[in-house]
């Protein structure tokens, strides 16, 4: 991502964000209500156009990024509840079907991931129950296990942990962890670190104001973080470094 | 029987048969995505085409076939464009139909006016042999589409944004789908009518998903719902000597009453083992002492 932005009704919402995530990098993006977390996630994946500036996935400019099924994304609303029932199994194994897949049947491996996610996020008994009859943090439990059922090797989770209990958290986290373990690219948007702290290997903090949005970005020092978030208080303090360019 | 020896009432049947099949296919995902009276509005733009049918002499089934499948195109691209005036640009063009369909019928005279009425509500005397090849056609064009691209419609109907991280692309997704549902229309027109067609596509809807928790299933009892709805009904209306689309109607609104009744209990004995579910730690893994 290159000097990007995005502009809603004139209001700059993301400004002037660069950044480059490595391979096997786990990326908390934190900030306050908002910050612009949410937004620089959709641009990052094309779903909001930037005023200026760029976007590649993998690579490859996002207009002609066709690779999707290496990106799992996990979005910070819950799936609208349409007026046909939706079963748990169904919402997850959606995640199977793109282009790609659009001319051959279910096969043995969609079913398999699909089950598998099912288990990772403790929702298997509930595979045939109505989504709408879940609660909102199983439903985002839901929305995980549809992201880690695309077999993705990199993940874009918006608040995966808003709305789920503690054990829950914990037990996300466990997953976080294996998949970074196993060598997945993490893009992770929270309030707060929480139990992914010791996960974290880099932290972006964003912030609305006049030195663009990116606050700090690198290793997730507390003291550093604890700084950052509270220096767009405060005006007399100086502005952050320069956003920082990676190379991925 | 003996209504199956009449060679009208064969064609009327065949024609309600599929109407019975394919509209609740393509009503699943027009509820879905909360687009139920969808069907309501391209039946009036079909209604055009039937009069531009009636004023030029042409078949109505092909002309009206074009003007819906047009007028789904305009639809979708004033929808994808402007949120807000979209809604009162599809007023527009729902009310420009229905004008249009009632304005060429008048200017085309003869037996026109009756002929639109027969339209409007369905008729079991109106089903040509000619017609029954292009039903056939667009009823299998619906089918295969559907096997083809019925996934990523429904990826997109659960969520645009991550449907297009998918690399569904969304607003083609959506035209398809309201390309056919035009199409559904004008396989409808001919048994149902076309005031009525938009009802087949969403009653059995209504009334499956009562009893079922899955999208897959909601669609299949749709189907049956459908069919017991479109040939029950074309029988009941030869017998009572009424337009088939009314009856039809009826029997698919009496079927959504008995489903209403057989949810209660189905719903009520549901709930405890949900609830039990739910109470056992991790939403619903059983956990066993070591």
Not at chain 1, 1 to 26: H, K, N, Q, Y
């Amino acid at each position: 991502m290159s000097r990007a932005c995005v502009t809603f009704d004139g209001e700059c919402v993301v400004d002037e964000v660069t950044l480059a995530v490595a391979p096997g990098e786990f990326v908390a993006v934190l900030g306050e209500n908002g910050s612009g977390k949410t937004t620089l996630m959709q641009a990052l994946l094309g779903l909001v156009p930037l005023s200026h500036g760029a976007v590649s996935i993998h690579g490859t400019p996002v207009a002609q990024f066709r690779d999707w099924d290496r990106i799992g994304y996990v979005p910070q609303r819950l799936l609208s509840a349409g007026a046909v029932p939706m079963s748990v199994h169904e919402v997850v194994e959606s995640a199977r079907w793109s282009p790609r897949t659009r001319w051959r049947l279910r096969r043995k491996e969609d079913r398999a991931a699909t089950s598998a996610a099912l288990h990772e996020v403790g929702l298997w008994d509930r595979r045939d129950d109505r989504l709408d009859t879940l609660s909102g943090g199983q439903q985002r439990r839901v929305l995980i296990a549809r992201a880690l059922a695309t077999g993705a090797d990199t993940l874009i989770l918006d608040e995966p942990t808003a709305g789920i209990d503690a054990e829950s958290q914990t037990r996300l986290a466990t997953t976080l962890r294996r998949l970074r373990d196993g060598g997945r690219t993490i893009l992770l948007v929270t309030h707060e670190l929480g139990p992914v702290a010791d996960l974290t290997t880099r932290a972006i903090v964003l912030a609305r104001g006049e030195h663009g949005s990116v606050r700090y970005d690198g290793p997730p020092r507390q003291e550093e973080l604890a700084h950052h978030h509270a220096w767009h208080h405060s005006e007399d303090i100086a502005p952050p470094p320069a956003p920082t360019l990676l190379e991925g | 029987m003996s209504l199956l020896s009449y060679d009208f009432m064969q064609r009327a049947l065949i024609a309600a048969a599929l109407i019975g099949l394919i509209a609740p296919l393509i009503g699943v995902f027009l509820v879905q995505r909360r687009l139920a009276l969808l069907g309501d509005g391209m039946g009036h733009v079909a209604l055009a085409g039937v009069g531009i049918a009636f004023l030029v002499g042409t078949a109505p089934v092909p002309t009206a076939l074009a003007a819906a499948a047009l007028g789904a195109v305009v639809i979708e691209l004033i929808r994808a464009r402007s949120r807000t005036a979209g809604d009162l640009a599809l007023a527009l063009i729902f009310y420009g139909g229905i004008a249009g369909g009632v304005l060429f019928t008048s200017l085309a005279g003869g037996k026109s006016s009756t002929a639109l009425n027969q339209y409007l509500f369905g008729s079991l005397s109106t089903v040509a042999a000619s017609d029954i090849g292009w039903l056939v056609v667009v009823s299998l064009i619906v089918l295969v589409v559907l096997a083809v691209f019925g996934r990523e419609i429904f990826v997109m109907a659960l969520d645009p944004d991550v449907a297009r991280t998918q690399g569904i692309r969304t607003t083609a997704m959506s035209m398809l789908l309201t390309v056919l549902a035009a199409f559904t229309v004008v396989i409808g027109m001919r048994t149902v009518g076309l005031l009525l067609v938009s009802a087949i596509m969403i009653v059995p809807i209504a009334a499956s998903q009562q009893l079922t928790r899955g999208f897959r299933t909601t669609a299949v009892i749709g189907v049956v719902v459908g069919e017991l709805s479109a040939v029950l009904g074309l029988v009941s209306s030869y017998y009572l000597d009424a337009p088939p689309g009314p009856t039809i109607v009826f029997l698919a609104l009496g079927l959504f009453a008995v489903c209403a009744l057989i949810a209660v209990p189905v719903r009520r004995r549901r709930a405890p083992a949900i609830a039990a579910v739910a109470a056992v730690p991790h939403g619903g893994r059983q956990v066993t002492a070591p």
